[in-house]
């Protein structure tokens, strides 16, 4: 079975910093494409960013280039979204997501981040 | 970057009915690379279509996509009481993935 569990979020002041940490089963972690896809409380869903199956591929949404890095660990069966410079609308729970084709096929079910003072 | 506006908003239907969602792009977007999903309240997002029109696994066959070019559909032919949920498509096509910003499937 399938599955993909998030941890790391929290609560954070603006300017602060998070890890937030996938760690997945029940398929071959190193053989696909990993996402970060985020939802603001009460909003839609947004893609943050990709990374290809060695991690010599990355990409991000402009809002968080520069500020956010999409990283993995195959030997783990782990993805990783470190969150710098946090800013009030990076507020959502964050999703990791299995990219099969050209769809999200499995998520987990999101670690939340609040940032506020 | 793609955007998807999808349409009606919120959808008000009865169990038995026939429910009809669109997806309109912005650009036209290759057909492989258009996905629906369905999520309900508290839980994560779930794919239900990916290639415009190919169920993914474990999906019932009266959850149906269509569409091509710039205009999809999601059709659910005979709506169950599990089926009220909010619904999303995606382009996987062009940089940013992009998402519409959903269809609100309420029980009349």
């Known amino acids: 079975e399938v599955q993909l569990v998030e941890s790391g979020g929290g609560l954070v002041q603006p300017g602060g910093s998070l890890r937030l940490s996938c760690v997945a089963s029940g398929f071959t972690f190193g053989s696909y494409w990993m996402s970060w896809v985020r939802q603001a409380p009460g909003k839609g869903l947004e893609w943050v960013a990709n990374t290809k199956q060695d991690g010599s591929e990355k990409s991000y949404v402009d809002s968080v280039k520069g500020r956010c890095t999409i990283s993995r660990d195959n030997a783990k069966n782990s993805l990783f979204l470190q969150m710098n410079s946090l800013r009030a609308e990076d507020t959502a729970v964050y999703y990791c997501?299995?990219?099969?084709?050209?769809?999200?096929?499995?998520w987990g079910q999101g670690t939340m981040v609040i940032v506020s003072s | 970057e793609i955007v998807l506006t999808q349409s009606p908003g919120t959808l008000s239907l009865s169990p038995g009915d026939r429910a009809t969602l669109s997806c309109r792009a912005s650009q036209s977007v290759s057909s492989s690379y258009l996905a629906w999903y369905q999520q309900k309240p508290g839980q994560a997002p779930r794919l239900l279509i990916y290639?415009?029109?190919s169920r993914a696994t474990g999906i019932p066959d009266r959850f149906s996509g269509s569409g091509s070019g710039t205009d999809f559909t999601l059709t659910i032919s005979r709506l169950e009481p599990e089926d009220f949920a909010v619904y999303y498509c995606?382009?996987?096509?062009?940089?940013?993935?992009?998402f519409g910003q959903g269809t609100r499937l309420d029980i009349k």
């Open positions: 997501a299995r990219v099969n084709g050209h769809a999200f096929d499995f």
């Open positions: 290639g415009a029109s």
């Open positions: 995606q382009q996987y096509g062009s940089s940013p993935i992009t």
